[in-house]
């Protein structure tokens, strides 16, 4: 596996991102489409309500998951930190969001200390912004 690093961390999965994302937005497509060349017929309505429900179902579902997984890792750097951070970063790493919490997970335990204060002090909040102050990078091969 390639080394992780800011350009590349983002994780996409190919059946997903670029076969069922796009074939369901094509179906709603085609579902409008006959709706309207065929007429305002209830049965057709019906399908183009059930291809966006199928849509916001998938969409729905991976925003779930990526929820559990965002409180997952606030838990475990939660514990990382009490062995990372010096006392009195620790009191303020609960001032953290989970947005925070999430993007500052690929520091290294060197660079964590110096992060989470500039986080804190200068209320960094945009994901990008903090991930791109890390130097080292820690990657995770385990995110959903």
Do not use: C
């Amino acid at each position: 596996m390639a080394d992780q690093n800011f350009r590349n961390h983002a994780r996409f999965v190919p059946a997903f991102h670029f076969f069922v994302l796009p074939v369901l937005v094509i179906n709603i497509g085609t579902q409008l489409y006959w709706w309207i060349k065929l007429g305002f017929i209830p049965l057709h309505f019906f399908t183009v309500l059930l291809s966006v429900a199928l849509l916001l179902g998938i969409i729905y579902g991976r925003l779930f998951a990526l929820s559990v997984q965002d409180r997952l890792i606030r838990l475990e750097d939660q514990i990382r930190y009490e062995g990372v951070l010096p006392v009195e970063l620790r009191w303020r790493a609960d001032e953290l969001t989970v947005s925070q919490f999430v993007s500052l997970r690929f520091a290294s335990d060197d660079e964590l200390p110096l992060l989470v204060g500039k986080v804190l002090d200068e209320k960094l909040a945009v994901r990008k912004t903090i991930k791109q102050l890390i130097k080292n990078w820690k990657p995770d091969n385990f995110r959903a």
